[in-house]
């Protein structure tokens, strides 16, 4: 069965970094669009940045552009995202997740999380003041 694992969560101070880790097993990770979201108390989960199979496409949330970093490392089964300038409306509980089927560009372009079909428990990242 399909195994997502996120680490990496913490709190940290408002202008500093974190790096989010996402391994995947269970499935030929390289044949699938993978996606990091987010889900704060009382609001809907929300597609943060998500990338193609290959690594060569990506979206951004207009809320992480020019902070936040998607990467994914095939060779390892990982999937990262590199989140800089930190702000408090970042906290919140951060999921990686597979898309639903191979080769999806709609899963990548969308970055929706109907779009992804194989979840993580999630890695909370806390921003304090």
């Known amino acids: 069965q399909v195994q997502v694992v996120e680490s990496g969560g913490g709190l940290v101070q408002a202008g500093g970094s974190l790096r989010l880790s996402c391994t995947a097993s269970?499935?030929?990770?390289?044949?699938?669009?993978m996606g990091w979201f987010r889900q704060a108390p009382g609001k809907e989960r929300e597609g943060v940045s998500c990338?193609?199979?290959?690594?060569?496409?990506?979206y951004y949330a207009d809320s992480v552009k020019g902070r936040f970093t998607i990467s994914r490392d095939n060779a390892k089964n990982t999937l990262y995202l590199q989140m800089n300038s930190l702000q408090l409306e970042d906290t919140a509980m951060y999921y990686c997740?597979?898309?639903?089927?191979?080769?999806?560009?709609?899963?990548?372009?969308?970055?929706?999380?109907?779009?992804?079909?194989?979840w993580g428990q999630g890695t909370q990242v806390t921003i304090s003041s």
């Open positions: 997740a597979a898309a639903r089927g191979a080769y999806s560009t709609a899963a990548w372009r969308t970055c929706s999380p109907t779009a992804f079909g194989y």
């Open positions: 269970g499935l030929t990770f390289d044949d699938y669009a």
């Open positions: 990338i193609s199979w290959s690594g060569g496409n990506t």
